[in-house]
């Protein structure tokens, strides 16, 4: 059984999560976004190309797990437990 994946560009990856392509590049590379897991560096190049199924299985994870654990605050912010 072989699995397929949605390649995508910083740019691309960008214009689906509504992120900034610095912000990718500078805050979620390497901290939230795993080489090997999230994006793959093809042919040992400096071109990063995102793998969207295990992005997006990522974000929902995270996301669950934030509200089942946050209390929102007064002013705005939230306090996770």
């Not at 994946?5 to 509504?18: D, F, M, Q, V």
């Not at 190309?49 to 669950?64: G, H, N």
Request: hydrophobic content about 35%; proline content about 2%; overall charge neutral.
């Amino acid at each position: 059984m072989s699995t397929s994946y949605t390649y995508l560009t910083t740019e691309e990856l960008a214009e689906r999560i509504k992120y900034d392509c610095r912000t990718i590049r500078q805050s979620l590379k390497d901290t939230v976004l795993l080489e090997g897991l999230h994006y793959i560096k093809p042919f040992g190049r400096r071109k990063i190309l995102f793998l969207w199924e295990e992005v997006e299985k990522t974000m929902l994870t995270s996301a669950r797990n934030e509200e089942s654990l946050a209390i929102p605050m007064a002013n705005g912010g939230v306090c996770y437990v």
